[in-house]
């Protein structure tokens, strides 16, 4: 989820970022070739007890953790990085970042003034044990990403929003050693995903199989070299 506060269109300006990270839609030398998040480790802090407090420390470790590997990756890359600035609030709030709470949110990125807003409370977060809060940090992470390298929403949204599930599955791959997660972890949180996605009239993110394919293809690559979903398929992106 992200907020609705740029609707500036894909551009000339972003494909040129996005080359520069080296990505590309069908794997192959290109994409074997290009760098890689590097391996790092980022070890959980439980959420399952301990309310509002631990839902924060939870959150600031993983946030910590995107930090620096995305400053490492940018920086490999020649790119110029800089941290998002992030929000926690104990319930949703009437506004934030100059918009009304949005509607059924999560969590979400204010485009425009790279901001992370994370409620402690809610479904999403309270009393998991699965790595969805995990995946959902990194997801919206995945957003300043995109606003670091110009990519927009515009008026593809999906493509915008699944391209961020796969950063997170990358920024995932990344770290999975140090998660001492099982197999059946990774398949919750596939289920999860799946869970999440518009099947409906908005249609917004991406349908849950769509979501669970670019979350799977980050994580395998461990590379946005593998988030090309401006190019992908019309039946990529339902």
Not at 9 to 31: D, I, K, N
Not at 42 to 54: D, N, W
Not at 86 to 113: K, L, S
Not at 218 to 226: D, E, H, K, L, T
Request: hydrophobic share 40%; with cysteine.
């Amino acid at each position: 989820m992200h907020s609705p506060a740029s609707r500036a269109p894909f551009t000339l300006v972003a494909l040129v970022a996005l080359s520069v990270l080296a990505v590309v839609l069908q794997a192959g030398p290109a994409e074997a070739a290009a760098p890689r998040l590097g391996r790092s480790a980022c070890p959980e802090t439980p959420i399952s007890s301990g309310g509002i407090p631990r839902s924060r420390e939870y959150l600031t470790a993983v946030v910590k953790c995107l930090d620096k590997s995305w400053a490492a990756h940018f920086s490999r890359t020649g790119r110029t990085f800089r941290k998002p600035v992030v929000r926690y609030y104990d319930e949703p709030v009437r506004e934030v970042c100059g918009i009304a709470w949005p509607e059924h949110a999560a969590a979400f990125y204010c485009i425009g003034r790279d901001t992370l807003v994370f409620p402690l409370t809610g479904a999403w977060i309270e009393g998991r044990t699965d790595l969805y809060p995990f995946k959902v940090a990194a997801h919206e992470y995945g957003h300043h990403v995109q606003s670091l390298l110009g990519v927009r929403k515009g008026t593809q949204s999906r493509r915008y929003e699944l391209q961020a599930d796969c950063l997170a599955g990358a920024f995932l791959g990344s770290v999975w050693p140090s998660l001492r997660r099982t197999r059946q972890d990774w398949t919750a949180l596939l289920d999860a995903t799946r869970a999440a996605g518009d099947e409906g009239e908005e249609h917004s993110h991406g349908t849950g199989a769509n979501r669970v394919h670019w979350l799977e293809r980050g994580y395998r690559a461990v590379s946005p070299a593998a988030c090309d979903t401006w190019s992908a398929p019309a039946s990529r992106v339902s």
